[in-house]
Each structure stands twice: as C-alpha cells, then as structure tokens.
T-cell receptor, first 114, second 113 residues
Framework: GAGVSQSPSNKVTEKGKDVELRCDPI?????LYWYRQSLGQGLEFLIY????????KSGLPSDRFSAERTGGSVSTLTIQRTQQEDSAVYLC????????????FGPGTRLLVL | GENVEQHPSTLSVQEGDSAVIKCTYS??????FPWYKQELGKRPQLIID?????GEKKDQRIAVTLNKTAKHFSLHITETQPEDSAVYFC????????????FGGGTRVLVKP
C-alpha cells in the first residue's frame, strides 16, 4: 500500500517568510509525528498527534512553529517568519497508534532558508 | 525526559566482518527500541525493533540485544556487505509518552569491499 508522503520535497524560502509543510500518513494510522533532522545530525522530535489532538508539543523550538491535523489524516507544519536556523529536513512518521507503535517515515521536506 | 547515547559515531569494517553499534538510554520506563537505517538523501527505514519483554531478536544477518537492567541495547550486523553502508540510528520510546522516539546521534557505517 501507499506509504507516508510529504510535500513539497524541497522548499527554498527567504528569511522572514512563512512556510507550510504537508504530511499524508499511511491510511488508518492514528498517530502522526513530526521530526527535524539538521544537516548531518540526528533526528529531533517536534510534535505528535493522536487523531486530531496534539498531546505533546514539547519539541517545537519556538512559537513560530505550529502544526495541525484534520480529519485524523493530513497534517501541516507551519513555520512563521522563517530564520536561517530553521533550515533542515522535516520528517513525518505515522504509526497505527494504540494498535502498534512502529513508525514509518515519509521522504521528508528539505527546507532551505536564505 | 529520555536521553539516548549511541556509539561509535563512525565505524569502518571490512566486507564480511561484523559490525556492532551500542546505545544506552536513561528512562527505565522505555519499552520499545527500534533501529533505523538511513542512506544518503533517503528516509529512515526500520530494520529491526525490540520490545522490553524480549532480550534478543534476530532477522537474517541482523540481531538486536537488550539489557534492561543496564539500560543498553545493541545492533549486530554479521557478514557485512557494501550495501550495509549507511547511517544507523537507535531510538527509544515509552507508551506513556505517546511512543515519541528519542534518537541516538547516529553511526555512520562504511563497509569496505
């Protein structure tokens, strides 16, 4: 079946602009996670959703970052007033939720802030 | 919160030899430990995972061991092949924390033909 998809695959923006990143999880997966991977670094947790609720937003770096999920499916991660330090690969993962914890990753969105 | 340490950061092995990567975690409540392989420019791919009620798991050339008392787990790759070259990440999670993954810093493995 279809895996996790993300769009756009690449995004170049100017400092100060807002960006929206999209994640389409595996159909039926109730849990959705956002992670960030800076160049040559590990993966850093940002936020997770169970259904449309976000019980844990503790990883969001600042109030410029927000995310939502609608219909228990698609999620968008929004970064307002982007800064150069926001440049990274933003990865989304989904899992069956209470039915299983294995997370499957999307291909990521590579964000470059000039 | 959880902290995961991973060693070594780089590992070079001769084709056919074994590779071992070790991770330690801090939260004794962690109960799920996956390993991901990430090739350059690609998404992380799950290669094996282990749950806290199991001490060892094998899948062909890959095995993972877990020592809950010492809070460490290891990945073993036998008979390494050039296609095993990649960055490997260990991770830990707890059900109580929504199964969010805390990752180790990664190990860059190079298998020399």
């Amino acid at each position: 079946g279809a895996g996790v998809s993300q769009s756009p695959s690449n995004k170049v923006t100017e400092k100060g602009k807002d960006v929206e990143l999209r994640c389409d999880p595996i159909s039926g997966h109730t849990a959705l996670y956002w992670y960030r991977q800076s160049l040559g670094q590990g993966l850093e947790f940002l936020i997770y959703f169970q259904g449309n609720s976000a019980p844990d937003k503790s990883g969001l770096p600042s109030d410029r970052f927000s995310a939502e999920r609608t219909g228990g499916s698609v999620s968008t991660l929004t970064i307002q007033r982007t800064q150069q330090e926001d440049s990274a690969v933003y990865l989304c993962a989904s899992s069956p939720g209470r039915a299983g914890e294995t997370q499957y990753f999307g291909p990521g969105t590579r964000l470059l802030v000039l | 919160g959880e902290n995961v340490e991973q060693h070594p950061s780089t590992l070079s092995v001769q084709e056919g030899d074994s590779a071992v990567i070790k991770c330690t975690y801090s939260d004794s409540a962690s109960n799920y430990f996956p390993w991901y392989k990430q090739e350059l420019g690609k998404r992380p791919q799950l290669i094996i995972d282990i749950r806290s009620n199991v001490g060892e798991k094998k899948d062909q050339r890959i095995a993972v061991t877990l020592n809950k008392t010492a809070k460490h787990f290891s990945l073993h790759i036998t008979e390494t092949q050039p296609e095993d070259s990649a960055v490997y990440f260990c991770a830990a999670s707890t059900k109580a924390a929504g199964n969010k993954l805390t990752f180790g810093g990664g190990t860059r493995v190079l298998v020399k033909p």
